[in-house]
């Protein structure tokens, strides 16, 4: 900041929300801090900071002058006038002719000898706070030589200025912001709203009689037209833009109008002005004279359009409608016409009766909106702007539909056909005729009147179209794709005869009429398509479509029958899309050359072929020349593909090995990467010719596949073993140009892949031949070291040392751990005492066998617990009291005391049943096993038929007598088991003895904690 810069301070009383409070003005600089200052109930004073102000010149003094507005003296003797709430400047003025006094010497103390501080001192070259001074609303300045008074014009002052320097249109748009409240710094206008609108009202409107006298007066000279047509388009519309907003219609059309009516340009404009204004509804009425005068201009200027524009929005009781009516009839204002008659006469039926028109187009023009009036009243819409009343729009469309279907029109003559009306609208537009009905229908409630309505009318219309030969088959699709759309809806109450769509499709099938072959064929597709096919029979459909060669007929039927080899007869024998299908069965073979192959879609040729010329494979592709065997590959791909995919008869296409396998060898030479995955899914080739093309293009991974294939797990091992060894020589080769990164990963892969093949195969060798495969291997990983410089060794050791690593857990699986170590131990590098290199593959080896031997002491123990819980709470469970549910017999349904038998005797089960042993044994439910008899409960035992309980019954009635020697639950302790297994089912921990981990093979561990065990 400044040291000379002047600190300012000055307050003012400021009403702020509903209470008035001094507002304080800190400034120094160019900055300006607003404080507000309070009183609290306690009596406490506190100051909060409101807003801050960023100038861009520095201040000398800020004086108040009322609670908006603050004037600013900058260092330059410039005043600004700001808004405070805003902050915008609103006008600046240059006092330098003033002569301000300073008072740089009182405050550098020159009486004294400039006795003061240097901050006083550089303070004093600007201070001037005894030079100005504020009372009133007016700030007093002190010059050298006078005094100076400013104040703030009010606000009839301001306009009267620039009325004075003849600025109307500032003046006026000065005058409508303080109407509005939108002006700062305003003085002179306080009171209520409503009155001061009032007041700056009745200013404006002195000002616009003021401003429409000067335009008159001032009009260029009479003679140039277009001068004045340009002069009176600048200056009308600001009148009447204005007496709009003030919404002085009286004003307008009065004393205005008056004024523009001396000049025939100026009354011209003056009525132009008017229309947007009408058209966007904020001029709706007006007098009868300025509304005919407007009616007479535009037709004088032959503007119809806008004429009939205004018409539709303007109120219709400020209409001479005999005036109008003759005008629109006259000039063909349709919507006018419509519009007069529907709101100013509730006549809806008299503008549908129009005359009949000469020239073609305003006949298209005329039936346009005739539709769309239709639609609108069947809609209950006001045309061509709002809506009719709701007490008249039942009886609106009472009124149209009884229009529509009349038999005769008013004046008839004797010649004319029934429903003239109907039949001319069909005649006009078929389709969007039909498409009024069907909007309306979809309107239309359930109830008795409108089903009677819609069903009268769909009858008039079969009356109309299928009795008579004057439409065309178009015309008469439209109407049966009108009719299928209506029937297929849910809620559909119309009855339609079946026997005319029978009809319609004999009339578009007819063999015997060349004549607008394709728009017949599309007319029925789109009766099909729209739900009309239910109205058919299908069979008779297919067999009249081709009579009629209606190919994309037959398409839509064999698709929906997924008969999709027929749809391809259809693109074959369609002539609309010969040229679509590039090739056809007669002429295939002897196109199919360079010039027409290379265009067509390889995909679709090879299952075109596959299924049309399954007989002249092998011709067809001896056709093709080198020059395009890229291509050919392609082709071929998508073919093999095309014959091996389900859905393609095998027996009628049996492709030949040949070919299969000249495929091959050409994806070997030019897509290699592509080979083995093709090889994985063919099996139209010979094993011997196919291993020897890969082997002959070196593709080590495809002749891998093919030998194992072959069952040759030998040669196929050998085969990934000599790729394996190529890639680690070029890795650990002298020449580190040769070695590239990527090579890493290529190597971890192939050996990833070779360890697969060794894994699959393991399992069907015996023990010599396993360490056919896997010491190899281990050799192969391990030889590096052996050839290998110490330099190539140190890159790749890390990696090398994972790799032997990896292949060592994979053949341990296979391969006994001693065989492993005296094999490593055997080799000649370690046998000279370098143990230290394969410490660390030892080291694994010993922690995997550590891991794998806790792991089975651990799985055993949680084993043994398992089975120790189970047999605890069998034990407790069959040793638990018996309950019997009833104290008689379940089968004599006596008292189990009914007499005293030696040897009868009670049997209780688990389930809550008792017996009579004697009973039971009538019912063959004992069974003597080592001189003890096993019971059943027979009621369980009869209600649960295929049961647990039933089958174990019945096993032991089936076993030998030897055979039941063996550790077999009693009845009793099987239901009890039962019971436990059914308590108990949950984790390992919970599962019942049924469930153990010795009944299930795919047992994995849960070790969950166990349940608390219950307390017998």
Not at 736 to 761: F, G, H, M, W, Y
Not at 784 to 805: A, I
Not at 808 to 827: E, H, K, T, Y
Request: with cysteine; aromatic share 8%; glycine share 4%.
């Amino acid at each position: 900041m400044d040291p000379s810069s002047v600190p300012l301070l000055a307050w003012h009383f400021v009403a702020v929300q509903t209470a008035v409070n001094p507002v304080l003005a800190f400034c120094r600089g160019d900055v300006v801090h607003f404080l507000l200052v309070k009183r609290d109930d306690s009596g406490a004073i506190h100051v909060t900071k409101q807003k801050q102000l960023h100038l861009h010149y520095d201040l000398i003094n800020f004086t108040w002058i009322n609670s908006r507005t603050v004037v600013l003296l900058d260092s330059v003797e410039k005043l600004h006038v700001i808004d405070r709430q805003t902050q915008e400047e609103l006008e600046t003025v240059e006092i330098s002719e003033v002569q301000l006094v300073y008072n740089s010497s009182h405050f550098k103390s020159l009486a004294t000898g400039g006795n003061v501080s240097q901050a006083l001192a550089l303070v004093g070259e600007k201070a001037c706070y005894q030079s100005i001074s504020n009372c009133g609303g007016q700030i007093f300045y002190v010059g050298t030589k006078s005094v100076h008074v400013m104040t703030l014009r009010s606000w009839r002052e301001r306009i009267d200025h620039l009325l004075k320097q003849e600025c109307l249109n500032e003046a006026l748009a000065l005058a409508w912001s303080f109407h509005e409240g939108k002006a700062k710094a305003v003085v002179g206008l306080s009171g209520e709203e409503q009155k001061r609108k009032a007041v700056v009202a009745d200013r404006m409107v002195e000002i616009l009689i003021h401003y429409a006298d000067r335009i008159m007066k001032k009009c260029p000279e009479q003679g140039k037209i277009q001068v004045m047509e340009q002069y009176f388009q600048d200056m009308v519309p600001v009148i009447v833009d204005y007496c709009l907003l003030l919404q002085r219609m009286d004003l307008l059309f009065s004393q205005m109008y008056d004024k523009m009516a001396e000049n025939s340009v100026a009354k011209g404009v003056f009525l132009e002005c008017l229309e947007p204004y009408i058209i966007s509804d904020k001029l709706v009425g007006m007098t009868a004279q300025i509304m005919k005068d407007l009616l007479l201009h535009f037709q004088d200027k032959n503007l119809m359009a806008n004429m009939e524009a205004c018409i539709v929005h303007m109120d219709v009781t400020s209409l001479d409608i005999q005036q109008v009516v003759l005008m629109c009839w006259e000039n063909h204002l349709y919507d006018a016409m419509i519009y007069v008659y529907n709101s100013g006469m509730n006549d809806f039926i008299t503008p549908m009766e129009v005359r009949k028109c000469e020239a073609i187009d305003e006949q298209v023009i005329m039936g346009n909106k005739l539709l769309v009036y239709i639609s609108c009243c069947l809609a209950g819409r006001a045309y061509p702007l709002g809506n009719i009343s709701e007490n008249l729009v039942p009886l609106v469309k009472n009124q149209v539909f009884e229009f529509l279907i009349r038999l005769h029109s008013a004046e008839a003559p004797v010649e004319e056909e029934v429903y003239p009306y109907v039949r001319t609208l069909l005649h006009f537009d078929t389709r969007e005729f039909l498409n009024v009905l069907a909007l309306t229908f979809e309107d239309f409630k359930n109830d008795k009147q409108a089903v009677e309505y819609q069903q009268r009318i769909v009858d008039i219309l079969l009356k109309v179209m299928v009795e008579n030969s004057d439409f065309t088959p178009s015309q008469v699709g439209c109407l049966f794709t009108f009719l299928a759309r209506q029937l297929a809806k849910p809620n559909n109450t119309l009855f339609v005869n079946r026997t005319l769509f029978d009809q319609v499709l004999e009339f578009l099938c007819s063999p015997d009429d060349d004549s607008r072959h394709s728009e017949r064929q599309q007319v029925l597709l789109e009766l099909l398509q729209a739900g009309g096919i239910v109205q058919f029979e299908e069979s008779r459909l297919i067999q009249m479509a081709e009579k009629a060669e209606f190919y994309q007929i037959c398409e839509f039927m064999y698709e929906r029958e997924h008969r999709y080899d027929k749809i391809i007869d259809c693109y074959l024998h369609d002539p609309l899309r010969k040229v679509r299908m590039r090739i056809c069965k007669s002429n295939y073979i002897e196109n199919l050359d360079e010039i027409s192959f290379p265009f067509l879609s390889p995909f679709k040729a090879a299952d075109l072929i596959s299924i049309h010329f399954s007989d002249q494979i092998e011709q067809i592709i001896q056709n093709l020349e080198v020059k395009i065997a890229k291509r050919f590959v392609a082709y071929c791909k998508h073919f093999v593909i095309c014959c091996s995919r389900e859905g393609v008869n095998q027996d009628l296409l049996q492709l030949s090995p040949s070919v299969t396998e000249q495929f091959i060898e050409l994806l070997c030479q030019y897509d290699p990467e592509q080979v083995l995955e093709t090889l994985k899914f063919l099996e139209s080739y010979r094993l011997e010719e196919t291993i020897q093309i890969v082997q002959k293009k070196q593709l080590y991974e495809a002749s891998s596949y093919l030998l194992e294939k072959k069952e040759d797990i030998h040669s196929a091992f050998l085969v990934m073993l000599e790729f394996l060894q190529r890639k680690l020589s070029i890795l650990t080769s002298e020449d580190e140009s040769s070695v590239e990164v990527p090579s890493l990963k290529a190597i971890e892969d192939t050996l990833a892949k070779t360890i697969a093949l060794c894994q699959r195969n393991s399992h069907k060798l015996n023990q010599q031949q396993r360490e056919a495969l896997w010491f190899p291997l281990l050799e192969a990983m391990m030889s590096p070291k052996r050839s290998s410089s110490s330099t190539v060794l140190g890159h790749y050791s890390e990696f090398l040392k994972n790799l032997t690593m990896q292949v060592l857990n994979n053949m341990a699986a296979f391969i006994s751990l001693p065989l492993i170590l005296q094999r490593i131990l055997q080799d000649p590098v370690y046998g000279r005492g370098k143990l230290g290199e394969i410490q660390g593959l030892v080291l694994g080896m010993l922690d995997s066998f550590n891991y794998e031997q806790t792991l089975l002491e651990t799985t055993t123990n949680l084993l043994n617990h398992d089975l120790h819980w189970s047999l605890r709470n069998l034990k407790a469970s069959v040793t638990r009291g018996l309950n019997p549910k009833q104290d008689y017999c379940c089968i004599c349904l006596q008292q189990y005391k009914r007499r005293q038998e030696t040897s009868d005797q009670i049997i209780v089960f688990s389930c809550g049943h008792l017996y009579h042993s004697l009973c039971l044994m009538s019912k063959e439910c004992g069974i003597e096993s080592k001189g003890q008899i096993r019971w059943t409960c027979f009621k369980c035992s009869a209600s649960h038929k295929g049961g647990k309980l039933s089958e174990a019954s019945s096993e032991l009635k089936r076993r030998t007598p030897s055979q039941l020697n063996s550790s077999l639950l009693d009845p009793q302790q099987a239901q009890a088991f039962d019971q436990l297994c059914r308590l108990y089912r949950g984790t390992s921990r919970g599962d019942s003895a049924l469930n153990s981990v010795f009944q299930n093979e795919t047992f994995q561990l849960h070790l969950t904690p166990p349940p608390p065990l219950l307390d017998d």
